[in-house]
């Protein structure tokens, strides 16, 4: 497992490098103007002389392969720079509000494998039942239907129809305070639309696992062997059944990002979203570099997770990849 991890490792180094240079080369070509977005109204009043020294001040005006390195080398030793858009530094941007998108995605994540496998598990025991063909026909449904979608439909019933849930934010109107109960309460519908759009899949792996497995020789003869239906269908069943939803942890992992990204845009949820999105659209250099490492890197480690996960519940398996 450590020589798995060690290797995947080493193999992150030079992905995360291509990758940044990728960001600084594809922002080089943006029609946007980052002199313009830093300076905004005061930008269209401005003389080509002090856009041109603000140009110099925020160092846009060096080459490409000059700004990455120097960027480079900056962040290798903890400095990742200041965010020309947000004002402050990068590291500021990304600590005050990665800790929310985390969240939201963790608890849309454990919602939607917990929801996805209980409901697989009942689908896959009895295969052509009503609860099977109810299920399935809404998993292949949601399957097709956008996050954005999904939560503004969500925002319509809960928080406009019923007024149960608030439609957005991440505390009440007017509260100083951040209290365990508004945040909990602010997080339900987010949580609730980004795991739902998640769900999908681990139902349908876990619900095609699980049916498989009941198929099996050592699920039949543990059934001749007159062991308890429960026994039989989570004991072993189960675990030959969650082997193929396990590679979903990785590769669910971008799908993951982009969908909080768009959830956290629609209920204005103080995560990474809102800085991505100016980041991007005002060509904002560090902070980009810096948000697409972060979401590399949690792309690597999903699947290197879902590796190890695999590893792990079949021995069969190793860790040699």
Known sequence: MARMAGRRTLFA??????????????????????????????????????????????????????????????????DLGTSAVMRQSVADVIGERAGW??????????LAVLLGTALGVLAARRRGGWLDRAVTSLA??????????????????????????????LTDAGSDVVTFGQVASHLALPALVLGTSQLPWFYL???????DALEEDPVRGARARGLAERTVLLG???????????????????????GALLVETVFSWPGIAAATVQ???????????????LATAAVLAGNLLSDLLYGLADPRVGFDG
């Open 279 to 293: 980041a991007a659209t005002s060509v904002d250099f560090p902070l980009l570099a810096a948000l697409t490492v």
């Open 101 to 110: 998108s985390a969240l939201l995605a963790a608890a849309a994540f454990a």
């Open 236 to 258: 072993h069943a189960l675990r030959s059944g969650m082997l193929p939803m396990l590679t979903l942890v990785g590769s669910r992992v971008p799908e993951l990002i982009t």
């Open 13 to 78: 180094a030079p992905v995360l490098l291509v990758v940044t240079f990728g960001v600084f080369a594809i922002a080089a070509l943006s029609p946007f103007d980052p002199v313009k977005a830093y300076a905004g109204t005061a930008g269209l009043t401005a003389s080509q002389d002090q856009l041109d020294q603000l140009r110099a001040n925020l160092g846009v005006d060096q080459p490409l392969v000059a700004r990455w390195w120097e960027w480079l080398t900056s962040a290798l030793t903890g």
């Open 205 to 211: 792996y876990v619900r095609q696992g699980v049916a």
């Open 140 to 169: 292949y449904t949601l399957e097709a239907a956008p996050a954005f979608w999904m939560g503004l439909l969500a925002i319509w019933f809960f928080s406009v129809r019923l007024g149960v849930l608030p439609s957005g934010g």
